[in-house]
């Protein structure tokens, strides 16, 4: 009985990453969902801050985070990721992430290390839809980039 117990109290480590294609405005919107204890936890250990809603110094800091942390290649180049903002809701952040002048997704890899620096069993889950197709990756420690095709 006591083994139930341990499984059940073992933390679970995920974000959720979804990416859609506008095709109107040719962009990437991206969207993670994360538990703000584990991002808070990460960004106080890096930088001494708690979340406790969008300010300035916290959207400066997730800027950077995500800079080093989250990055696209659409057909092989380098994207620039602009970071929007991001919002609390109870016990999960919301942060949104921009690309602009996206003509065509193509091939897109996809590198998600967002709080595997400090969780080794983090999963992040990664959606990415264009119109009616909707794909996905797994990432974690052994695997944190992957490629989706889209024709």
Same mark, same amino acid.
């Given at each position: 009985?006591? &083994?139930?117990?341990?499984? %059940?109290?073992?933390?679970? %480590?995920?974000?959720?990453?979804?990416?859609?294609?506008?095709?109107?405005?040719?962009s990437l919107e991206?969207?993670?969902?994360?538990?703000?204890?584990?991002?808070?936890?990460?960004?106080?250990?890096?930088?001494? &801050?708690?979340?406790?809603?969008?300010?300035?110094?916290?959207?400066?800091?997730?800027?950077?985070y995500f800079?080093?942390?989250?990055?696209?290649?659409?057909?092989?180049?380098?994207?620039?990721?602009?970071? *929007?903002?991001?919002?609390?809701?109870?016990?999960?952040?919301?942060?949104?992430?921009?690309?602009?002048? *996206?003509?065509?997704?193509?091939?897109?890899?996809? %590198?998600?290390?967002?709080?595997?620096?400090?969780?080794?069993?983090?999963?992040?889950?990664?959606?990415?839809?264009?119109?009616? *197709?909707?794909?996905? &990756?797994?990432?974690?420690?052994?695997?944190?980039?992957?490629?989706?095709?889209?024709?």
């Amino acid at each position: 009985m006591w &083994l139930v117990h341990l499984i %059940y109290f073992h933390p679970f %480590y995920l974000s959720v990453c979804e990416i859609d294609y506008n095709s109107t405005n040719h962009s990437l919107e991206i969207t993670h969902r994360i538990f703000a204890n584990d991002l808070s936890d990460a960004i106080s250990d890096s930088y001494g &801050l708690e979340i406790e809603g969008s300010n300035t110094k916290l959207d400066s800091i997730l800027t950077g985070y995500f800079h080093q942390h989250f990055k696209i290649s659409l057909n092989q180049k380098p994207a620039t990721i602009t970071y *929007v903002g991001s919002e609390l809701e109870e016990d999960v952040i919301w942060c949104y992430l921009e690309i602009t002048k *996206v003509k065509r997704l193509g091939l897109v890899e996809i %590198y998600d290390a967002v709080l595997m620096d400090e969780f080794e069993d983090q999963n992040n889950i990664v959606h990415v839809t264009s119109g009616e *197709v909707t794909k996905s &990756l797994k990432l974690d420690q052994f695997n944190k980039s992957g490629y989706l095709k889209f024709d």
